[in-house]
């Protein structure tokens, strides 16, 4: 790419939004222009791609432009905690031309269920379980952001205990981080976003670097000092001093041996009861999913140990979550075995459950395609993706209009009936650019 264009691509994490999407402005002139070439489309979707807003080194602009680059036909924003990036990754599809979902991410207590006690889809503590609320309608996005303020606020206070476990821990070789100096700089948190584990880590790494030194140092500090097991692969990461992605590097196997010595529990400040989310995703419109992980052999991303989750009760969670009003089940192909696969497709089907999937990225080391979704077997997926779209879309305009909403249902009992009614829905209010703020919502006839 020409210096000057990526000079724009590098202004696509410029703290100011504005900057932002114009240097994306720019170089989609620079593409209908034939300046820039291009990228060829494919038909793979994502519909779980965070941001800057969480944990990631994209901001929604870039997210949008990586998303561009790799030929996606549609993106989804799926921060944890916050939906202060969706307006601009709205706009930014607007721009490129990628249709667009928004979503959250969040942790949920369980600990009033019968789950109360087990180890369901967080490898760092029981009773809780991450879910998904997909497809908000974007009239909501107000609401969601004063629903999640306060879990901002109490994931704070969480974080800043965490960091004194750290420091105590770590005193004797006088390393200490400073949450206002060390962290928070690395995060969004003073433009709406959340600061998350994998921030303390960053931090952390930061500082282990210019103690140590990238290479053989920081590795025998890692693993001779502080007993961390290394994988051979990580090992051969870490001792490359050049390595371009070395600190995500180092991260990653933090996340997956260090965080369980300074882990501090959510409580329901910060982790909604489940009973409380699902009514609450019912009050916005927007689609509740639940986030299957599955017992874990080879983690796909590397940041989680071999452990077992929700696959020994996994039938009776499954209904669990139906009986409570949950619409959905996420889950990515790339992460589970075939058996896993059809295991947890069979259960959305007996259960009437919308199957929704997307790519976790919050890596520089992740493609944005999953090339095992484009397995003909889950072209379904691409399917509730653009059905998916066609809900925000209608929801947005009338609340009546909802995927799942009572009107919506008896109009459209059949599950894939409705699918294939708001698929259609989607591809065409994409292809004609229906955008909140340049041309009317769809609506539904419900007569």
């Not at 941001?51 to 944890?80: C, K, N, V």
């Not at 379980?129 to 901002?152: C, E, T």
């Not at 599955?294 to 669990?320: C, H, Y």
Request: charged share 20%; hydrophobic share 35%.
């Amino acid at each position: 790419m020409k210096l000057r264009y990526q000079g724009l691509v590098d202004t696509l994490n410029d703290p100011d939004r504005e900057v932002r999407l114009n240097s994306l402005r720019q170089l989609m002139d620079a593409v209908t222009t034939k300046k820039l070439a291009a990228p060829p489309l494919c038909d793979s979707v994502n519909n779980h791609i965070h941001t800057t807003y969480s944990f990631s080194i994209y901001s929604p602009s870039r997210a949008i432009w990586e998303a561009y680059l790799s030929g996606l036909q549609s993106a989804g924003i799926m921060d944890h905690d916050s939906i202060c990036g969706a307006e601009e990754f709205i706009e930014a599809g607007t721009i490129v031309g990628i249709a667009t979902t928004i979503g959250i991410e969040c942790r949920t207590d369980f600990s009033h269920t019968r789950f109360n006690g087990r180890r369901i889809n967080n490898p760092d503590q029981k009773s809780n379980a991450y879910i998904s609320l997909h497809g908000i309608p974007h009239s909501q996005i107000a609401a969601v952001k004063d629903y999640f303020a306060p879990i901002i606020l109490a994931r704070q206070k969480r974080n800043k205990l965490m960091i004194g476990r750290i420091n105590q821990m770590l005193a004797p070789f006088a390393i200490a981080l400073n949450y206002e100096r060390d962290v928070l700089p690395l995060s969004n948190y003073r433009n709406g976003g959340t600061v998350t584990e994998r921030h303390l880590l960053h931090a952390l790494v930061r500082r282990l670097v210019r103690v140590f030194g990238k290479g053989e140092p920081l590795v025998n500090f890692l693993n001779g000092t502080l007993c961390l097991p290394i994988a051979p692969g990580v090992s051969r990461q870490l001792l490359d001093k050049h390595n371009p992605y070395y600190e995500y590097d180092a991260l990653g196997l933090l996340k997956r041996e260090f965080v369980g010595t300074f882990y501090v529990d959510a409580t329901e400040d910060e982790c909604p009861d489940i009973g409380r989310l699902s009514a609450f995703s019912k009050r916005i419109n927007s689609i509740c999913a639940y986030a299957y992980l599955g017992d874990v052999t080879n983690s796909v991303t590397g940041d989680k140990k071999e452990r077992k989750f929700e696959d020994g009760f996994l039938d009776e969670l499954i209904a669990f979550i139906k009986e409570l009003g949950f619409e959905a089940v996420t889950y990515m192909p790339s992460r589970n075995s075939p058996l896993q696969l059809a295991r947890i497709m069979d259960l959305c089907k007996q259960n009437g459950l919308l199957q929704i999937s997307g790519e976790d990225i919050n890596s520089p080391r992740q493609p944005f395609i999953s090339h095992a979704m484009r397995n003909g077997e889950f072209q379904h997926l691409v399917d509730t993706t653009w059905a998916l779209i066609g809900h925000e879309k209608a929801a947005t305009g009338d609340t009546r209009c909802g995927f799942f909403s009572a009107e919506t249902v008896k109009k459209y009992p059949d599950l894939n009936e409705r699918i294939r009614f708001f698929k259609e829905l989607g591809m065409n209010c994409h292809a004609a650019r229906c955008v909140v703020s340049q041309s009317p919502l769809p609506t539904i006839p419900l007569s």
